[in-house]
């Protein structure tokens, strides 16, 4: 975080200066304000004047510059807490600035003060910093302002999140299991064709005898990768490489979520998923009184799947058609007979909002048992792969040695 010099006046009208870290030179005089100093001059600190320029241009790269989601629940929850007891919203952002042990969050809050000291309001506050505060954040903020019910705003985006964090609390349980399992192969996999293997290459080598084809391949993979690990390493650190790179563009995200939901066992589980965030975050924006066609918008981009996102725009353009939305959901091909069936319901008896929770919780009841039922169906497979590894590495190590003690037998 850049370093500011200022100076300014106390409340005594004595001359003071210093230094302060800041996001920028509004959050400093922000910053200043709330200590009670009015600023008369606010400079960025060069190189020179800093002194260990090098050691906090480290510093400042090292930082963490992020917000967790666990962060962005507490911010909701105590912003509910602080408008709902009547505390100025500017006093509310400068405490909670103040108070905030993450210093990049902490810069974020307090330039949003200093947005809404300068007279913006904090919808537009907000959405100066996108990384933190996506679209369905700052959309309920708005929405919050202009019925004046702010604190209901935060505390329906607190529940929200906190039904996200639960989500990819079970996805991260659910894959603990076959994540280990995987490693540790690929760990074992390494030891032998490194170190085991080898060894028993010397012995046969002793021989002079023809092998048998499964320990041809398995000595040569071995040399392979001993010789070539290098090569191996770079190839797989380069196309990992390459992997995120690609996904990072637009083509390339919209292809790889696409074939996310194709995938066997994980696809389904994938788009229900991404059917749950849709429905969820549909029913809280429309229950706070979003307009539907900004809803669907903003929708698009929150299901973190750009193939459905994709089919929710698609919906969008239907209804601004002037077709119903259960006729446009039916369209898009992405809904079960079933939920259309709740859909049409909530649309034909005005209760929507309703409705689209209910089918929000059957989603999430089917993630959810999808998630607990995933180890269970991954494991055959997981025992398949193992048995061939150790069928492979049997057949590799045992016959050449059954041959060689029966050639031994019949010179003898």
Do not use: C
Not at 125 to 149: C, D, I, R, Y
Not at 383 to 402: E, H, K, S, Y
């Amino acid at each position: 975080m850049p370093s500011f010099r200022y100076t300014g006046r106390d409340l005594h009208g004595a001359r003071v200066n210093g230094a302060v870290e800041g996001i920028s030179a509004d959050a400093v005089a922000s910053e200043l304000l709330a200590r009670q100093i009015t600023p008369l001059t606010i400079e960025a600190e060069s190189a020179q004047d800093s002194g260990a320029d090098a050691f906090a241009v480290l510093r400042d790269k090292l930082r963490r510059k992020r917000v967790d989601l666990d962060e962005l629940i507490i911010f909701s929850r105590q912003m509910y807490s602080l408008n709902k007891a009547g505390v100025p919203i500017i006093r509310a952002i400068g405490g909670l600035a103040e108070s905030n042990r993450n210093l990049y969050f902490r810069g974020i809050l307090q330039d949003v003060r200093a947005s809404l000291e300068s007279g913006q309001s904090m919808a537009v506050a907000l959405n100066a910093h996108p990384k933190v505060f996506n679209n369905l954040f700052v959309s309920m903020v708005s929405v919050g302002e202009n019925t004046g019910q702010l604190d209901q705003a935060f505390k329906q985006l607190s529940a929200y999140l906190e039904l996200e964090r639960e989500t990819r609390k079970r996805i991260k349980q659910a894959t603990r299991y076959p994540i280990f399992v995987l490693v540790a192969m690929g760990v074992a996999l390494a030891v032998i064709n490194l170190l085991v293997i080898p060894a028993f290459a010397k012995v046969f080598a002793q021989f002079h005898a023809q092998l048998p084809l499964p320990t041809r391949v398995l000595i040569g993979t071995s040399s392979f990768m001993r010789e070539w690990w290098w090569l191996l390493l770079l190839g797989i650190v380069g196309g990992l490489y390459g992997f995120f790179k690609w996904i990072e563009t637009d083509a390339g995200a919209l292809k790889w979520d696409r074939i996310k939901l194709r995938l066997p066992i994980v696809g389904g589980i994938f788009e229900r998923i991404a059917l749950a965030r849709f429905t969820r975050t549909f029913a809280m924006m429309y229950r706070a009184g979003v307009p539907l066609l900004q809803t669907l918008s903003i929708n698009s981009a929150s299901v973190g799947n750009r193939h459905i996102g994709e089919a929710i725009l698609a919906i969008r353009e239907s209804v601004e058609r002037g077709e119903a939305l259960t006729r446009s959901a039916h369209n898009s091909g992405l809904f079960t007979p079933l939920v259309l069936q709740m859909m049409a319901v909530g649309e034909e008896t005005g209760a929507l909002d309703d409705l689209f929770v209910e089918v929000a919780d059957f989603y999430e009841q089917e993630v959810d048992y999808d998630l607990k039922q995933l180890a269970d169906a991954i494991e055959p497979i997981l025992i398949v792969a193992m048995g061939a590894m150790v069928l492979v590495l049997a057949l590799g190590v045992f016959l050449p040695m059954w041959e060689l003690g029966s050639a031994a037998q019949g010179r003898g």
